[in-house]
């Protein structure tokens, strides 16, 4: 199983709602990311975490929380968000990187969040 | 801020032709990496080039890497339609994360 599943496909929140975004995967992999892209721009690092625990947080606003509740699931709570926030929101998982070993992710197909 | 540049932002070819697509990167890297993304999708591996290797194959794929430029190009020969896609490379400097280039978008016409 080399899958990244990610749910819900599709999400439409108001700016007060509060809701979860979901990741599993499958492949031994323990260490996951979430990405943010805009269209027509490249992904944006949100999140890692390393064995379960958060190793890089790249200045998220704290209305994005991330879980990683064990080794397979990623988490993505959502609260209190703003139109701006609308977006391709992908997870990714991979070998825990060690030099020039490491690198390889794989992706999910991602959950295209619009913030109404 | 994105750490690399892709060139050309856009690339429409026929069908059978090559195309190429450059990466320019500013910091040292432990590696580099190619992906391609179909319209609204996530994205698929390509191909990893460490910083030691100077140019790698994969099928229709050539990658080439040059440290001392801070560049890299990927090589899709004998394209078809079904490489309409954007393509990012991205950067491994370590600490656990990838930096992704602005990205080329290729359009292959049949």
């Known amino acids: 199983d080399t899958e990244v599943t990610q749910t819900p496909k599709h999400l439409v929140m108001g700016m007060t709602n509060k809701k979860s975004l979901k990741c599993e995967q499958h492949m031994g992999h323990r260490a996951m990311y979430w990405y943010k892209q805009k269209a027509k721009k490249p992904p944006e690092l949100m999140f890692v975490?390393?064995?379960?625990?958060?190793?890089i947080n790249e200045s998220v606003p704290s209305r994005f929380s991330p879980e990683c509740p064990n080794s397979s699931l990623l988490n993505l709570h959502l609260h209190a968000l703003q139109p701006e926030d609308s977006a391709l929101y992908l997870c990714?998982?991979?070998?825990?990187?060690?030099?020039?070993?490491?690198?390889?992710?794989?992706f999910g197909q991602g959950t295209r969040l619009t913030v109404v | 801020s994105q750490q690399g540049e892709e060139d050309p932002q856009a690339l429409s070819i026929q069908e059978g032709e090559n195309a190429t697509m450059n990466c320019s990167y500013k910091t040292s890297i432990n590696n580099l990496q190619w992906y391609r993304q179909n319209s609204g999708r996530g994205l698929v591996h390509l191909i990893l080039i460490r910083s030691n290797e100077r140019e790698k194959h994969s099928g229709r794929l050539r990658v080439t890497l040059d440290t001392s430029k801070k560049s890299s190009s990927l090589l899709i020969t004998a394209s078809r339609a079904a490489d309409t896609a954007s393509y990012f490379c991205?950067?491994?400097?370590?600490?656990?994360?990838?930096?992704f280039g602005d990205g080329t978008t290729l359009t292959v016409k049949p």
């Open positions: 975490y390393s064995y379960e625990k958060l190793s």
């Open positions: 990714a998982s991979s070998q825990v990187r060690q030099g020039a070993k490491g690198g390889k992710a794989f």
């Open positions: 991205a950067t491994d400097a370590g600490a656990g994360k990838s930096t």
